[in-house]
């Protein structure tokens, strides 16, 4: 005899932890949470840093690649030593808006490593020899990435959506990482690496306010004279005709549908992602059931918010052989109008919801997790106080608002429409079903 099927528990949304905050005399925002789950602290340190032209883009990027070379007290040789000796490690990032320091260690030994992080923004050196080898290792690397359909496609998307906003720039370009020289960097840094506007957290066994008041010591001496950039608002977006980057030879196509996103702060932002988790967020979505399970034309079609500091997108995509792709692109479609004509029901709805809070709760059980969740929080103006009310309007969202939503946000009207593959083989298909505007990856034909 077969034991029966238990019951799916209650969905409980996750109890959020208490937060400590303090800001810096030099508009540092310090922010730490008691996670005592294992003896460690992470640390995120985010500074904003957008990148208003190609040049810009290309120095934070190597920037980023060569922060820890050396400070004129110790070489990345000793620094990484410093890192381990703590049980720790110390890396850098860099994205279109930001740089993110993100550390770890012994929690006992945070204030250690946030010495070691105060003596890299205050004296980073950027050694000729040591910029010489890393800009040669990330050009190599980005010249690798350019070639991938994926990153040919998210650039031309980009274009698409903000022609010549800085966000419509692409991927980062090798050839002007090329010609960054010591220079660039030192003079980046004293621009972009400095605490106004920025945000620091640290989360683990450690008791808050001794945590603020180690770190606050530590960056005591860090300041700059550098000037907070705020990038101008992304354009509208207007479909247009779609947009086919030619690819010779291409056997599939990458298909891209996109448009501006419901940002985080929206009063419909939980009814949006319930949506665009329905339409194409998780395995059991429409697009998935479509393309995938019923017409086998892609692996993983999916659907996605994006958050940008200047602006939200929403981008829909799926990879299929290149002879469907007319037949993809009309069923993404399709699938797309009945968000429309026929919303998430109330078993479908919860069905996402449930995906969504789980994979939420799942995001803050962890030290690292919380850390980078609030910070990039923190990055858009947010903070807990804020998710505690996405969690309450996820778990609250009733059918009409995710209707009301998808007709807002998922309209196939206002999505613009990216592929890369073989025009040749692509465009003939698309014969009226849709105007086709051919392009190379780097210049309209």
Known sequence: MTSPIPDVPVLRPPRLPRVTTAATATGLAVVAVRRPAVPMAELR???????RTAAERATTALLARTLLAGTGAADDLAIARAVQEIGGSLTVGASRDDIVVSGRALARHLPRLAAIVADVLRGA???????????????????????????????????RLYGRHPYGLGSVDPDRVARIGRGALVARHEAAVHPAGGSLVVV???????????????????????????LPPPPV???GPVVVVDRPGAVQSNLRFASAGPRRAAPDYAAATLATVA??????????????????YTYSPRAAIRHLAAGSQIVV???????????A???????????I?????????????????????????????????LSSLLAGGLDLAWLRRHLRDLATAAPGDAAAAARRWLAPERLATVMVGDAARIVPQLEGLAEVEVVTATRRT
């Open 125 to 159: 050196a950027y050694p000729t020899d040591r910029v010489r080898n890393r800009r040669e290792r990330l050009r190599s690397e980005l010249v690798i990435r350019r070639a991938n359909p994926d990153t040919i496609a998210a650039d031309a998307v980009g274009r």
């Open 204 to 230: 683990g066994a450690l008791r808050p306010a001794a945590a603020v008041a180690a770190v606050a010591e530590a960056l005591a001496g860090w300041d700059g004279t550098g000037t907070q950039l705020e």
């Open 45 to 51: 340190l985010r500074l904003p840093a957008p990148s």
């Open 279 to 296: 339409l194409g967020g998780y395995f059991s979505s429409r697009l998935v059931a479509n393309l995938r399970e019923d017409k086998g």
């Open 341 to 373: 004509t026929g919303p998430p029901d109330g078993a479908e709805l919860d069905s996402a919801r449930r995906y969504r809070i789980g994979m939420l709760t799942t995001s803050l059980q962890t030290q690292g997790g919380l850390a980078s969740q």
């Open 237 to 239: 977006v207007r479909p």
């Open 317 to 327: 995509g799926a990879e299929v052989a290149t002879e469907v792709t007319a037949a």
């Open 329 to 339: 692109f009309h069923e993404a479609h399709y699938e797309l109008g009945r968000m």
